[in-house]
């Protein structure tokens, strides 16, 4: 925001999430994103990210190795106040005695399905889904969809890749349990109401089944386009 990482905007680490929103627990920088500070012309060296992680309200530095390799000497320096990572400490014990961690610090290493794939967790992943997306327009009320009242294209790559929605970083995730959106609206529609076809792939250089997406864009009343980036595009 304005040119400032969030990793080092003390603004939003402190004066927003901790003052204004209270916030007492930890915060953790995303992947490398310590590191990163310096390619992105922020930071003269990881030490110099460190420093202006700790001082702007990072916690937990994910991956980049500066606050273990670092943090000590910028401590005895006094170019880091001892109390800030006391504070720092302090928060993230907090959040191992909450999850029980000192009690039972390993856990199951390959959780079956069974604990994991239940109708509880899978209710709240739904609800997540739900309450997490945004809604930026609904022009002439297109939304919700009325099952009958329309002929619709299904368009995209992603609207049948399976793998594509799980994303990045999933590691054990298993396609076969992912739910595609051509999956939903087969559920929600009949055969005769809708049709489907890629138009391209997520990496091409040319979209070859494109002229088969435009014919079925002039046939239908409403068009359903699903794009983005693939799995292993992200992350």
Known sequence: IGGVPATINSFLLRTILRDE????????????????????????????????????????DMMSNAYSRHLAALVESGAVPPELVDAAVWRVLCLKLQLGLFEH???????????????DSRELALQV????????????????LVPGAQRIAVIGPLADARSDMLGTWVLFGQADDAETVLDGVRAYLNDTQFTHTPGCPTRAAAPADLDAAVAAARDADLVLLVLGEGANMSG
């Open 105 to 119: 610090p390993y856990v199951d290493s390959a959780p079956g399905a069974s604990s994991v794939l239940t109708p």
């Open 129 to 144: 889904a739900q309450e997490s997306m945004v809604l930026v327009k609904n022009a002439g009320g297109v939304l919700p």
């Open 21 to 60: 929103w209270g916030w007492p627990g930890v915060v953790l920088s995303d992947y490398e994103a310590v590191r990163e500070l310096i390619p992105h012309g922020v930071a003269a060296d990881l030490a110099d990210a460190a420093r202006q992680s700790m001082l702007a309200g990072l916690d937990i």
